[in-house]
């Protein structure tokens, strides 16, 4: 309520950090699963205000339509359906005025107080703050972009272009700006709405292969997938299509996260909860602390219980979610684009469940899985991979001999010094300096009591309790530097 009650951007990190159960408890997460855009939409005279900033006051040679009535609204930006002078029917996607600056505004707050998280509250250093609220800035910087996420869909259209179950909406970029979208209008229903599932003709199971296969090849064929695929954002089409929309938040994989997400698969399925772990160690940079056998275990224990059942009786996206929050309590730090793919189950599972309810997205994953096991094992992507080897060990060999003579020269420079950094060494330098210092006011301490003693052995006019005076004194300062000396000693 405290987050919803800050405005969109606090909206925004809320619905982040639901996603990051490795970086908050999960009772933190659970309520921020509960955040929404609730926002009012903007008057359509403000609609049209942001169109004629951006393509000037001509909008009917570009428009011969713009339906007044929002098609849905949201924190970031509004939609309206329209007509092209062309004849196209399309969908806008505006942008609401001041959102920028009241994006910035936010942010500046949230850097503010992640510093002071940071410096105040050490506990919270090992999640990084500062470093979350930076990639925070970066999703939302793109998020705000729409060129960025007209880009984003035309790499789609293109990964999907041979493939006719799956429709990806053209991009006008004639009619795309910053803060306009122009796309290609969808004909058919959400899957949020309940006329989606119940046009003519449509066969549910046929659907949710469609759509899992679709997700499959972005993950490990692509390595670009979509990052919020909802049942708002899954479009059921005539014929059994499935089309996709809102490419403003996606995520990248490479070779090497692709093929860990495919043996996480495989060892989930055969239950190598080692094996798992493993992939786990190898994604996260590198640490010392981590001990892969209780993490194993860990993993087992959470796991376990859950073996076997379909998706009716168990969620995977959030088993997973809920083990990198075991990861980050044994020292790994997962990388943000892991946890976008966690979180897309979630919300592809939520999918299955609305078409097929007992329908068992591991299994399906699994084929996938070890189709890519079989396609790194094919000779010609072997050989391609050999070939890279040599290519790259080429150009080790022709940069060694300058590499080498640099490292010569560097080190006949007169002014050149090996520098050593041994934590122990610097350790034990400071022992020294310490006891030379304790040995250093011990012979003070006691060239004072020797003095003080000699003194006292001859009379004296001037005395402090019976003692001479200059004696008196040198025991005094003799006894503070003792007691100096004693608290020193214990510090150390």
Not at 18 to 39: C, S
Not at 398 to 410: D, G, V, Y
């Amino acid at each position: 309520m405290s987050f919803e009650e800050l405005g969109p951007t606090f909206v925004k990190l809320g619905q982040v950090l639901a996603a990051r159960p490795d970086l908050i408890p999960e009772e933190y997460t659970n309520e921020f699963e509960k955040l929404h855009d609730r926002v009012q939409t903007i008057p359509f005279e403000v609609v049209e205000m942001v169109l004629k900033e951006e393509f000037g006051d001509d909008l009917q040679k570009k428009f011969s339509y713009i339906d007044p009535t929002p098609l849905g609204a949201a924190s970031i930006a509004q939609a309206h359906k329209a007509r092209l002078v062309t004849g196209e029917t399309v969908v806008i996607k505006v942008q609401r005025p001041g959102i920028i600056q009241t994006i910035n505004d936010d942010l500046n707050v949230l850097y503010m107080l992640s510093e002071l998280l940071t410096k105040y509250v050490p506990e919270t250093r090992l999640f990084n703050p500062t470093g979350i609220v930076d990639e925070f800035f970066k999703t939302l910087e793109l998020e705000t972009n729409f060129v960025v996420e007209a880009n984003n869909i035309r790499r789609f259209s293109t990964n999907f272009a041979a493939d006719p179950d799956v429709k990806i909406p053209k991009v006008y970029m004639e009619l795309t700006t910053e803060r306009v979208l122009t796309l290609e209008a969808l004909d058919g229903f959400p899957l949020s709405q309940v006329e989606a599932l119940r046009q003519e003709g449509i066969d549910a199971e046929s659907l949710v292969r469609k759509g899992l296969k679709a997700y499959m090849k972005m993950v490990f064929a692509d390595g670009l997938f979509h990052g919020d695929l909802h049942a708002g954002n899954f479009f059921v089409l005539p014929n059994n299509q499935i089309g996709l929309i809102d490419f403003g938040v996606v995520g990248r994989l490479n070779n090497k996260t692709q093929s860990a997400i495919a043996n996480m698969l495989l060892a989930l399925s055969r239950e190598d909860y080692e094996r798992l772990a493993y992939e786990y160690v190898d994604l996260a940079p590198f640490t010392d602390k981590v001990n892969v056998d209780l993490f194993a275990r860990d993993l087992r224990e959470l796991i376990a219980p859950y073996y076997g059942l379909t998706m009716k009786n168990v969620n995977l996206g959030r088993i997973l979610m809920s083990s990198s929050s075991i990861a980050a309590r044994h020292h790994l730090s997962l990388p943000t684009e892991l946890m976008l793919f966690f979180k897309s189950i979630v919300s592809i599972e939520g999918i299955g469940r609305r078409i097929i309810p007992d329908f068992d997205f591991l299994q399906y994953a699994i084929q996938v899985a070890n189709e890519l096991v079989k396609h790194q094992m094919d000779p010609n992507k072997a050989l391609g991979e050999i070939s890279q080897v040599f290519r790259e060990a080429k150009g080790f060999i022709h940069a060694l001999p300058r590499q080498a003579n640099f490292l010569l020269r560097k080190i006949n420079s007169p002014n050149h010094a090996f520098r050593l950094n041994v934590p122990q060494v610097e350790e034990l330098k400071k022992s020294i300096e310490t006891s030379f210092n304790l040995v250093f006011l011990g012979i003070i301490i006691a060239s004072l009591i020797a003095s003080a003693s000699f003194i006292f052995v001859h009379p004296a006019e001037n005395n402090i309790l019976g003692i001479p005076t200059m004696s008196f004194v040198q025991y005094v300062i003799a006894l503070v530097l003792g007691i100096a000396a004693f608290i020193n000693y214990i510090k150390k």
